[in-house]
């Protein structure tokens, strides 16, 4: 017997379970709508050339190795990382701004939670209904003591936004101290963000409220294509220049490097002081979590934002992928007005971002299974697993499943 058997046995990742489902599917025409990860028009996955060409000339740099990065990271990554988000901040906010390398986004939104969890030690955390599945299970391992509260975000009857019940809720029930988890574009799993308008209305409340802004971010550049646009949200709440605030930002999908974990975490704080005192927390952290970060990918990442030439190629490849992905959502939404199915099928190309919340039923998401199309039971479908060759066959099993 072992001293192990009184634990449960916990639930699966659905989206991994979703995948070895398609793989084990033995149709010839089938479609992958689940995981988030760039899928290029043979639905295979893509190394941006940019990627690929500094690849090669580290390997080929004899002055490269594989000794340990700082605590805090590789200084080059983490200062470029930085200045992409706040887009090439003034000295006076750099000294205001702590940053370090993470494990990607998930592991800079974990740095967080704890942290703030510690030193903070808010009451509550407000996160989005729906929010990226993972958020909860993060803030439960890393701060067990902040109650999770959701703010509504999805209005189910348009497939858009739901601004006025988000901002209700957390008018009447948010606490001067409580922390609010924000996506800074491309809200996953819904591909909705609100307006620039809409965020000033949130950044307002953020202050009058005392509530402390979590930024997310998973997606910059790889929405819009923009980086600067896609950081719009992050720059006007730091800009505003009353309120402290963190970011984790994961460069998974914009750089296509989600097998080597390159994420930051960034806090901004009132004065440098702070900053410096809010730093060494996280350095210690660190230490006791990773001791330090992984080196390969950092370096991928620091080559091609410091050097401009490359920076531009890259900023190429992100509108090849926010590009194709746009494409895939017109090419869908054709599809479909053309088969006169039924319902309004505008939000597909509203939204934004690697998903779409299809606004299809649990009912309608099994019954495509049946077709050979996997997705969710929310209804999210993640857009790139779309291409020329499957958009019509989806559309058309779309519409025999709506009828
Ligand atoms: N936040 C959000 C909203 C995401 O969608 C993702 C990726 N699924 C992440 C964080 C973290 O991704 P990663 O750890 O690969 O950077």
């Not at 050339?49 to 200084?75: C, F, Q, S």
């Not at 740095?111 to 599945?133: E, H, M």
């Amino acid at each position: 017997t072992s001293l192990f058997n009184h634990l449960d046995t916990m639930p699966g990742d659905p989206i991994f379970g979703l995948m070895s489902l398609y793989a084990k599917d033995p149709a010839e025409e089938k479609a992958s709508l689940t995981i988030g990860v760039y899928r290029d028009e043979q639905g295979k996955p893509w190394v941006l050339p940019t990627v690929r060409k500094v690849e090669k000339m580290i390997a080929e740099d004899v002055a490269t190795n594989h000794e340990y990065l700082p605590m805090e990271g590789l200084h080059a990554f983490v200062e470029s990382a930085r200045d992409l988000l706040f887009g090439n901040p003034s000295p006076a906010l750099t000294s205001r701004i702590g940053s370090l390398q993470t494990i990607s986004g998930t592991g800079a939104v974990h740095l967080g939670a704890r942290f703030l969890n510690d030193s903070l030690q808010p009451k509550r955390i407000w996160v989005s209904d729906p929010t990226w599945g993972n958020h909860h299970a993060i803030f439960d391992i890393a701060a067990p003591a902040v109650e999770q509260k959701m703010y509504p975000y999805y209005d189910a009857a348009t497939c858009s936004l739901n601004f006025s019940g988000m901002m209700e809720t957390l008018e009447e029930q948010a606490q001067p101290g409580d922390v609010i988890l924000l996506h800074a574009c491309a809200h996953n799993p819904t591909g909705i963000d609100p307006t620039k308008e809409q965020w000033k209305l949130i950044a307002d409340l953020c202050e009058r409220k005392h509530l402390f802004p979590f930024f997310d971010s998973a997606y910059q550049g790889f929405a819009s294509g923009d980086v600067d646009e896609d950081a719009w949200a992050v720059r006007h709440f730091v800009d505003r220049g009353t309120l402290e605030l963190v970011v984790a930002q994961s460069f998974s999908k914009n750089f296509g490097l989600y097998g080597q974990r390159v994420g930051a975490f960034h806090i901004v704080t009132a004065d440098e002081q702070a900053r410096d005192k809010a730093l060494s927390h996280l350095i210690y952290l660190q230490r006791a979590e990773i001791s330090n970060p992984p080196v390969y990918g950092a370096r991928i990442v620091a080559f091609i934002l410091q050097n401009a030439e490359l920076k531009a190629e890259w900023e190429q490849d992100l509108l090849i992928m926010s590009g194709r992905i746009k494409t895939m959502r017109a090419a869908l939404f054709g599809a479909l007005q053309e088969l006169k199915t039924p319902g309004n099928w505008q939000h597909i190309v509203d939204q934004n971002g690697m998903f779409s919340y299809t606004g299809l039923s649990e009912k309608q998401v099994l019954a495509l299974r049946k077709e050979h199309i996997y997705l969710l039971t929310s209804g999210r479908a993640s857009i790139s697993g779309l291409n020329r060759d499957n958009v019509k066959m989806v559309a058309k099993a779309i519409d025999k499943v709506v009828r």
